[in-house]
């Protein structure tokens, strides 16, 4: 059974910084596309980052790409979101996710983490 989990999330202040991390009992780690989404109530997840198999990472938006990093480490099968400058509106769950290629709707994946929630706020 394949397992995803987050962790890192938490409160934070305005303008402040966390750093998610994926765990994924995937096999085939390193030949998986691995995404981050996150969804407020009442909205469908949202796509904010993904890293390809080779590294490649691909972004939202590039109001996200100046915030927030995404990388992955094989070794350790594990994907990470760094989150800088942190605004209220970021307050979300966050997903990790896992695919075989890269896509930009949560229709694309197919493994999923519990989800685990950030919140920005003072």
């Known amino acids: 059974q394949v397992q995803l989990v987050e962790s890192g999330g938490g409160l934070v202040q305005p303008g402040g910084s966390l750093r998610l991390s994926c765990w994924a009992s995937?096999?085939?780690?390193?030949?998986?596309?691995m995404a981050w989404f996150r969804r407020v109530p009442g909205r469908e997840r949202e796509f904010i980052a993904a890293?390809?198999?080779?590294?490649?990472?691909?972004y939202a938006a590039d109001s996200l790409k100046g915030r927030f990093t995404i990388s992955r480490d094989n070794e350790k099968v594990s994907v990470y979101l760094q989150m800088n400058s942190l605004k209220p509106e970021d307050t979300a769950v966050y997903y990790c996710?896992?695919?075989?290629?890269?896509?930009?709707?949560?229709?694309?994946?197919?493994?999923w983490g519990q989800g685990i929630q950030v919140t920005v706020s003072s």
């Open positions: 890293t390809s198999p080779n590294r490649n990472p691909v």
């Open positions: 996710a896992a695919a075989v290629r890269v896509g930009y709707s949560w229709h694309d994946y197919d493994y």
């Open positions: 995937l096999r085939a780690f390193r030949s998986y596309a």
